[in-house]
């Protein structure tokens, strides 16, 4: 049985190109729905990509996410994930692309809350707090009081010089709160795919980030058919882009943030100790992270997966990728996928996949 690979694709590709991809070993391409035609035209499975909450379909700021201080924040481009148009739309969306003929399924990108690399402005991770998602956290059974109090304290510690909470059940409702509302999101996601016949898949962050943002592997079991957790180690910051889901920009401005209240070394302490593998200092975490967490993270998400399969998508231009490849394979993986396309990378994505077991 061929193993599957996927490439994603930002646009469309020339008929060369695409079979230049076949040839390297990609058998399927996922990206946005120009790419249909022309991959199925050289044999290659598609899937469709989008977003979940993008920021600009709105006038004003009242759809934006609000931070614990009262301040409108963008995080990934994105909005208040509570934001009912917003989530109509998105679906709207992803039921047009789903009746793309032939296509082999849908997946959803940024289906969460804000990370600590969402943005360079931290306080957008410490969202949200708008008046919808207050009334929300009620319905769901929780005291928004006590959540506000909780990452008020939480966030005067990490950033404003405060005293380390004594109490952190604010703060775990909030994390569960975020969990419950992106897992809402995701089920119907997930069913529109299945009405329309195909599968549903979401990028994801790695396992032992992934609680921070409001996603579940766990929650995920018997609804996605497939996850891809995002494991890119060596990921080169560039200009506007803070990172977002790269495991070591992720990771540095985690660090950064429990830096600010506990020192460096204590830092990289606690975050060894959340992700289960001992990590570098973090001036070194911001160039690449140990590639055994591939390993590490691909085994946890497919413990926690159940029946969904889990492709983790590599890094395309990680200049660690053979090893990168064979640390998934060693947790685990059945699929892989990588990001993103480009011409000249396609040597070292063969090279790579020649030497996978």
């Not at 598609?46 to 009262?70: K, S, W």
């Not at 032992?208 to 957790?229: I, N």
Request: proline share 7%; aromatic share 10%; with cysteine.
């Amino acid at each position: 049985m061929t193993v599957k690979t996927w490439m994603y694709v930002s646009g469309a590709l020339s008929a060369g190109e695409l079979a230049a991809l076949k040839e390297a070993g990609i058998t399927g391409v996922m990206g946005p729905k120009e790419i249909a035609a022309p991959a199925q035209a050289q044999g290659l499975q598609v899937l469709l990509c989008g977003g979940a909450f993008p920021a600009g379909g709105f006038a004003g700021e009242d759809h934006l996410a609000l931070d614990i201080r009262g301040r409108r924040r963008v995080w990934f481009y994105s909005c208040c994930p509570n934001h009912g148009p917003t989530r109509q739309a998105n679906l709207a969306m992803y039921r047009e692309l789903a009746a793309t003929p032939g296509i082999a399924g849908l997946v959803i990108d940024g289906a969460r809350f804000a990370s600590p690399a969402s943005s360079f402005q931290p306080e957008a991770f410490f969202t949200c707090f708008c008046p919808r998602c207050l009334e929300k956290m009620a319905e769901l059974g929780f005291d928004p009081e006590r959540v506000r109090t909780g990452v008020s304290a939480l966030y005067a510690w990490l950033r404003e010089g405060g005293p380390r909470p004594g109490d952190w059940s604010g703060v775990g409702d909030w994390l569960t709160f975020r969990r419950m509302c992106a897992t809402e999101h995701l089920k119907d996601f997930a069913a529109l795919a299945h009405q329309a016949g195909v599968e549903a898949g979401a990028f994801f962050f790695a396992p032992s980030l992934a609680g921070l943002v409001g996603q579940s592997y766990r929650d995920m079991a018997g609804v996605m058919d497939f996850l891809s957790p995002m494991l890119y180690p060596a990921y080169p910051q560039q200009e506007g882009d803070p990172g977002t889901a790269c495991l070591n920009w992720e990771l540095y401005a985690l660090g950064r943030l429990l830096a600010g209240a506990m020192g460096e070394e204590a830092a990289r302490r606690e975050l060894s100790r959340q992700m289960g593998y001992a990590l570098p200092l973090l001036e070194e975490l911001k160039r690449e992270t140990p590639r055994g967490l591939i390993a590490a993270e691909t085994a946890r998400a497919r413990e926690e997966a159940g029946p969904a399969r889990v492709t983790p998508i590599l890094q395309l231009d990680d200049p660690g990728l053979p090893e990168s490849v064979a640390q998934a394979q060693k947790g685990g993986a059945g699929e892989l996928a990588f990001f993103a396309y480009r011409k000249e990378l396609l040597p070292a994505l063969r090279e790579a996949l020649q030497g996978r077991g």
